[in-house]
């Protein structure tokens, strides 16, 4: 049955003819003219349509509010909203998927790091400014409403990490970095392609100046790779995406008494004053990672009481873009030996009595 059922015939109006043509129209004097049409009701019609304000009342719809077409429908957007599934002002979607498979960390994958494809980034200040990189603060986070974690196949579902925090290393490009002494680490360091190790020599060309600058970051987060997995204490290396490299947050998260959360970065060696006992086990998490290191073949090449943060009882080395390799680099055994003394000279002055040349010999050793 169709909804609105068809007019008797004589109700019918035929519409007037074209321009110049003759009108179907009955005048006033013709007794063709068929009686007045009676107006149709709400009767005759399909079903129950309400026009009239009573039946608002019948439909329980007497207290609904008329629509104000000065505001915005409820069906559509507020434009000076910000749109909850789009990432907001130093934000942005996660990149884990999108750098390739030997871009991200080695397995096996700790259980704190989020890989959802629904997770958002979000800068949180910055954390320390360097010679070629500055050092930032970002959480890592499923916001909350955004569904099971079936995007998430490297975990198990109920395992699934939904926040973390990472520190975000970027480094700079050549004109704007403060670092001159890089051909002490670099040499004898080789890239993957031989179009860019000769892109490399070429600092003039721009994509000499490209490469240039990232391998400061590739160069850290392979060691870092290679470190982590070995059992070096060093942050976990998360990602790299150019010249960024994400990796583990090394502090904690602490709340005031006004119930807000802020994050604490874990302090440099050279701020703690630590007892003798745990003076002690800090020397010995030190030469620890620095064999570790020997074995792999690579020295720090810039380790310092700056470069090693204190977080509580576990030291953790940072800072590896300058890493040495002590077969290939000429430089290596002078670098190797500027690191033992270093940070030799800091226990040293703190009551421990160790020998960096001992030290140095002992990594000499272990490497070869």
């Known amino acids: ?72 429908h409820h069906d559509q957007p507020d434009p000076t909203q910000p749109d909850p599934t789009q990432p907001g002002p130093g934000q942005r979607w996660s990149t884990w998927r999108s750098v390739a498979k030997g871009a991200r960390g080695p397995e096996p994958l700790p259980e704190w790091v989020v890989t959802r494809d629904a997770a958002l980034d979000t800068e949180l200040g910055i954390l320390k400014t ?58 004898g360091r080789t890239v993957r392609r031989t179009r860019d190790q000769r892109a490399m020599e070429d600092r003039k060309s721009a994509w000499g100046r ?43 998260e602490e709340t005031d008494e006004l119930g807000r959360t802020q994050a604490v970065a874990a302090p440099r060696l050279t701020r703690v004053r630590p007892s003798d006992d745990l003076l002690e086990s800090y020397w010995d998490q030190l030469t620890h990672g620095m064999s570790v290191l020997a074995r792999l073949g690579l020295a720090h090449g810039d380790l310092s ?25 000429p430089f290596s055994s002078d670098v190797l030996l500027r690191d033992c003394r270093t940070v030799s000279d800091w226990f040293i002055a703190r009551g421990l009595d160790v020998d960096p040349d001992a030290l140095f010999a002992d990594l000499l050793a272990q490497a070869f």
């Open 1 to 72: 049955m169709p909804r609105f059922p068809e007019a008797p015939k004589p109700a019918l109006i035929h519409a007037a003819a074209g321009r110049g043509g003759r009108s179907d129209v009955w005048s006033a004097d013709d007794e063709r003219r068929p009686a007045r049409r009676t107006r149709v009701g709400r009767e005759d019609l399909e079903g129950y349509y309400p026009t009239a304000v009573d039946d608002a009342d019948q439909l329980g719809l007497s207290d609904v509010v008329p629509h104000d077409p000065t505001q915005p």
């Open 130 to 187: 360097g010679k070629e990189a500055d050092a930032f603060l970002v959480e890592r986070a499923v916001p909350e409403g955004a569904g099971p974690a079936s995007d998430a196949p490297d975990l198990a579902l109920d395992q699934a990490a939904t926040r973390c925090l990472l520190v975000a290393k970027r480094y700079r490009s050549l004109e704007h970095g403060q670092f001159h002494r890089g051909s002490e680490y670099t040499e």
């Open 210 to 252: 490209a490469v240039s600058a990232t391998q400061w970051a590739d160069a850290e987060f392979v060691a870092l790779r290679e470190a982590w997995q070995a059992g070096a204490p060093v942050p976990y290396p998360v990602q790299i995406d150019g010249t960024e490299v994400l990796m583990e947050f090394i502090g904690t």
């Open 305 to 329: 009481p700056y470069n090693i943060l204190a977080h509580g009882e576990r030291l953790v080395i940072i800072d590896l873009p300058q890493v040495v390799d002590l077969a290939a680099n």
